[in-house]
């Protein structure tokens, strides 16, 4: 096993001592395992700086998000990388390797959410769960896989009213079990969409069509639908975002768009 020096494991909290294993690992420098690693493992995509150590014989596993990078996808076939992108990787669970990353960003949405309403970076000033006597903030995600069902879960216990939009029968039916009138399950039609966008305070964008580009749900014109001071999250940028990148009125704000 080998693994890189130390400017690789600073941000992981990481000695070289913790990685000393007897035997099996040792430390090289990045260019050394990048010419002579016949498996290298990643956490995230390579970078345009990175594209040189892509070879022929390199098998590379790491998260890739290809249906939205095409130079990487370019630089890949050029270099005839065997590439392997843990979100595309099934088994009876799923998603094994993008749940856990879902899950993480659906509740970190729900967080994020509720500081930028509150006003620290421009936003209206509200509370996601407001104060007794006053309407709580209403929160619409689109996309009720595990990123949404996480971020709705967060957002319920923040007290916020939340409207959760899927494609799948299937999954709404069990939504609607899971949530059990907490939160509302709908189908995400055109006519439900645009209502239920004008009344948001908050959209948080989660499909996904495994190993596709995520599909454009919310166009420009529906934008235009927000209120002023909605804040639009897309979780699902990285892997093409469910939203066009927002044409409004008058330029978005922190607050506005994300
Ligand atoms: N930015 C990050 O750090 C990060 C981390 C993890 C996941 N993600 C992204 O978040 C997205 C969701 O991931 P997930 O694990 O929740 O996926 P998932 O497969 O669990 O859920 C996706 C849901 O979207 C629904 N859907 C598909 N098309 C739809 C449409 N047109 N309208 C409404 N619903 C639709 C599906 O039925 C499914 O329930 C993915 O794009 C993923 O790449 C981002």
């Known amino acids: 096993m080998t693994r890189t020096r130390s400017e690789d494991t600073q941000g992981i909290r990481v000695s070289p001592d913790h990685m000393r294993v007897p035997g099996q690992a040792h430390l090289v420098s990045q260019a050394e395992a990048r010419n002579s690693a016949e498996l290298?493992?990643?956490?995230?995509?390579?970078?345009?700086?990175?594209?040189?150590?892509?070879?022929?014989?390199?098998?590379?596993?790491?998260?890739?998000?290809?249906?939205?990078?095409?130079?990487?996808?370019?630089?890949?076939?050029?270099?005839?990388?065997?590439?392997?992108?843990?979100?595309?990787?099934?088994?009876?669970?799923?998603?094994?390797?993008?749940?856990?990353?879902?899950?993480?960003?659906?509740?970190?949405?729900?967080?994020?959410a509720a500081t930028h309403v509150a006003g620290n970076s421009g936003g209206p000033g509200l509370l996601l769960g407001s104060t007794p006597g006053v309407a709580p903030c209403r929160v619409l995600v689109i996309g009720g896989g595990v990123v949404g069902a996480q971020a709705a879960l967060l957002a319920l216990g923040m007290q916020a009213e939340v409207t959760i939009l899927d494609m799948s029968a299937r999954r709404i039916r069990q939504l609607d079990t899971v949530f059990a009138g907490r939160a509302r399950v709908l189908m995400s039609d055109v006519a439900t969409l645009a209502s239920e966008l004008s009344q948001a305070d908050v959209v948080i964008g989660a499909v996904l069509v495994p190993g596709r580009a995520a599909s454009k749900v919310v166009t420009r014109e529906q934008l235009r639908l927000l209120r002023p001071d909605a804040l639009l999250l897309d979780v699902a940028i990285d892997q093409g975002a469910p939203s066009k990148p927002p044409v409004l009125p008058r330029p978005p704000t922190g607050s506005r768009a994300a």
């Open 40 to 112: 290298l493992v990643k956490v995230k995509e390579p970078v345009a700086a990175e594209y040189g150590f892509l070879r022929p014989d390199l098998v590379l596993f790491t998260y890739l998000h290809l249906a939205a990078d095409r130079p990487l996808t370019e630089a890949l076939l050029d270099a005839g990388t065997l590439a392997v992108a843990y979100e595309t990787v099934q088994d009876e669970s799923g998603l094994p390797l993008l749940t856990p990353m879902s899950e993480i960003a659906g509740r970190l949405a729900a967080h994020a």
